[in-house]
């Protein structure tokens, strides 16, 4: 177990609304990304972050915002949720356990309606 | 860049057959790769690794790939399918940083 839970695991969301989704670890571990899973695509990076107050973009961004005040907290937010940002939002933190190896939380399922 | 392609994305196998899920990828310099099993409603747990050494890598649940540079191949196996197999397994690779690029996974359903 690596430590890292995600809230909320489901939620339901009315398009146009703000939504943030938290990642949460107990490893204190530097690197934290955020994925999103789609069908035909598997998990395409939304943003990563490399410290505290230190993020960067993925290669599907655009929408999306982070932000990390804490080394444990990870937050992902969609300022004005649209019907395409329905899909399965995994976080991750990478190193633990060995050599480059990522480690998942279980997940967040987002339905924009 | 890298690139990681995932050949068939569905792959059905009877039970006690031969598991074969097929990954190519594309870098520059020398890969590290992974295989990643999804069962459904969870995350991804990591099934092997490869970083150097051993071409050959076992990881649990009897899974195995091989490197093979020539055929930029990561090819993962199992010589007897099982019920509990039935998941979605990924391919991953990275170049030593902390930036990976996934396949687009292969859903492998076991026959009975």
């Known amino acids: 177990d690596a430590g890292i839970t995600q809230s909320p695991r489901h939620k339901v969301t009315e398009t146009g609304t703000p939504v943030t989704l938290r990642c949460h670890q107990t490893?204190?571990?530097?690197?934290m990304y955020w994925y999103r899973q789609d069908p035909g695509h598997g998990l395409r990076l939304i943003h990563y972050?490399?410290?505290?107050?230190?993020?960067d973009k993925g290669e599907v961004s655009d929408g999306y915002s982070v932000s990390r005040s804490k080394t444990e907290d990870f937050l992902l937010t969609l300022e004005s949720a649209t019907s395409s940002q329905t899909s399965v939002y995994f976080c991750?933190?990478?190193?633990?356990?060995?050599?480059?190896?990522?480690?998942f939380g279980p997940g967040t399922r987002l339905t924009v309606t | 860049a890298q690139s990681v392609t995932q050949l068939g994305s569905h792959v059905s196998v009877s039970e006690g057959a031969l598991v074969l899920l097929r990954c190519n990828y594309s870098?520059?310099?020398?890969?590290?790769l992974f295989w990643y099993v999804q069962y459904p409603n969870q995350g991804l747990q990591l099934l092997l690794k490869?970083?150097?050494?051993?071409?050959l890598v076992k990881g649990i649940n009897g899974f195995e790939a091989e490197f093979k540079k020539s055929e930029t191949s990561f090819h993962l196996t199992k010589p007897s399918a099982h019920m509990s197999d039935a998941a979605e397994y990924f391919c991953?690779?990275?170049?030593?940083?902390?930036?990976?690029?996934f396949g687009t996974g292969t859903r492998l359903k076991v026959l009975a």
């Open positions: 991953a690779v990275t170049s030593g940083t902390y930036k990976y690029i």
């Open positions: 490893e204190n571990h530097r690197y």
């Open positions: 870098s520059s310099v020398p890969p590290y």
């Open positions: 991750a933190i990478y190193g633990t356990g060995g050599v480059y190896e990522q480690y």
């Open positions: 972050s490399y410290g505290v107050k230190d993020t």
């Open positions: 490869y970083t150097t050494g051993a071409t």
